[in-house]
């Protein structure tokens, strides 16, 4: 597995190895030991979600206040745009984000360590996306960073389409209300 860090501090690009030939391919998607030793982190996962949008839906930007997640994402089929904004208020990335594309083209995962916002938008016509986090879901814990605010000012690929997004997506908190 290779590991690359990002600038922001924690959030880990991932790629696994990729074995393929004419037949398809294999991987790896999570080994406890490889992850570990590649990352220097002992995670413990607590629960797997799998989530199919259609093309434009922007789900995000979430975190859990009372009860952080970690989180190792991937998509399985299609291809996203991935963000994260560091909503630790002792981070020196504080209010910073970072998107990349994550495709089961490319295979690429994402390390987000709690205390991150995250979402994306879909790229292809739809996309399943998956999930292991270190805690579980808390619904009375769940918050919402708005996915427009101006202050973090994400630079979302919408192509003057605006993106399918829910109603609690709608209503997400302005970055100074977190």
């Known amino acids: 597995m290779r590991v690359t860090h990002t600038a922001i501090a924690d ?31 002992k995670v413990h996962f607590v629960q ?9 839906v922007l789900r995000g930007m979430h975190f859990q206040s009372e009860y952080p997640q970690g989180k190792l994402v991937r998509v399985v089929a299609g291809s996203i745009f991935d963000v994260v904004v560091d909503i630790r208020r002792d981070s ?7 998107g990349f594309e994550l495709s089961a083209a ?46 973090v000012a994400i630079d979302w690929p919408l192509n003057n389409h605006p993106p399918l997004v829910s109603d609690k997506d ?9």
Request: overall charge negative; charged content about 20%.
């Open 11 to 41: 959030l880990l690009l991932l790629e696994p190895k990729v074995f393929g030939d004419a037949r398809g391919f294999f991987l790896e998607s999570y080994n406890e030991q490889v992850f570990t030793n590649a990352t220097g982190l």
């Open 106 to 151: 490319n295979q690429h995962q994402l390390w987000i360590p709690p205390g991150l916002a995250h979402g994306f938008l879909v790229l292809s016509e739809s996309a399943d996306f998956l999930y292991k986090t270190t805690e579980y879901y808390h619904p009375t814990s769940e918050r919402c960073l708005a996915w427009n605010d101006p202050t």
């Open 48 to 56: 797997d979600n799998h989530s199919r949008s259609q093309r434009n």
């Open 170 to 178: 709608a209503k997400g908190l302005r970055f100074d209300m977190l």
């Open 92 to 98: 020196s990335t504080y209010g910073r984000w970072l």
